[in-house]
């Protein structure tokens, strides 16, 4: 069966491999990216009925005209995944600026609660689909110099279970820690060393179908992609 599939966060790392990975298995993305070269070339790759948004999550007012635009022509979506995220440059909490420490509040907690305020209802009329918010291992456990990220991913844990106990019986909110994956993200925090941990293409053959698979019985249960190697 064909799903429609919402992905945040597309024009790069696990939010491309995904989009990449579930079209090949024959879904339908509707994916959006603050990169509007990216979001071309996304468009050029895949063509209808795919479709790809110029959209901030951390913008309420972006992602309620794209939910208002992508509702129209389309039915809610089957599955959606908050990917959209940020790290911040590792530094101890002091050195970190209060402008760096909202972006990645923003992205990270608003940006997803933003999404959910703009596309659930509409799942909620169809009394059906799958919400995953990706969380990390740093919302489930911390390291120093992230501390910013580490508390936002805290907070994606908390918010997705609350949510869980707020939906009907049928559909389920989930917090997803990916994995540790080889991503410009990663990067930033491990430098060199980032390229001994699992490949994005790696990562997508396990994660893809891993996520087609999580049911409405898994509603508010914290879920860890499997490992690669």
Request: glycine share 8%.
């Amino acid at each position: 069966m064909t799903k429609r599939i919402l992905i945040t966060g597309v024009s790069r790392g696990l939010g491309q491999v995904m989009t990449a990975g579930f079209i090949k298995a024959g879904h339908t993305v509707y994916g959006c990216a603050r990169n509007p070269d990216s979001v071309a070339e996304l468009a050029t790759i895949y063509g209808h009925p795919h479709q790809f948004a110029v959209a901030d999550v951390a913008e309420d007012a972006q992602v309620q005209a794209w939910s208002q635009t992508l509702l129209a022509e389309q039915v809610a979506p089957d599955l959606l995944i908050n990917n959209a995220g940020l790290v911040n440059h590792p530094a101890p909490l002091w050195q970190i600026s209060a402008a760096e420490f909202s972006q990645v509040i923003d992205v990270n907690i608003k940006g997803t609660a933003n999404i959910i305020r703009h596309f659930l209802p509409a799942m909620l009329k169809r009394g059906k689909g799958i919400v995953v918010n990706f969380s990390s291992g740093w919302g489930r456990s911390t390291s120093p110099d992230v501390a910013p990220y580490c508390a936002t991913k805290w907070a994606v844990e908390g918010l997705t279970h609350s949510l869980a106990q707020e939906l009907p019986k049928g559909m389920a909110a989930v917090a997803l820690n990916p994995g540790i994956i080889h991503t410009d993200m990663l990067e930033t925090c491990y430098g060199e060393a980032a390229a001994h941990y699992t490949s994005l293409e790696n990562w997508g053959k396990t994660a893809v179908p891993f996520l087609l698979g999580i049911k409405p019985s898994d509603n508010g249960t914290p879920l860890t992609v499997p490992s690669v190697w």
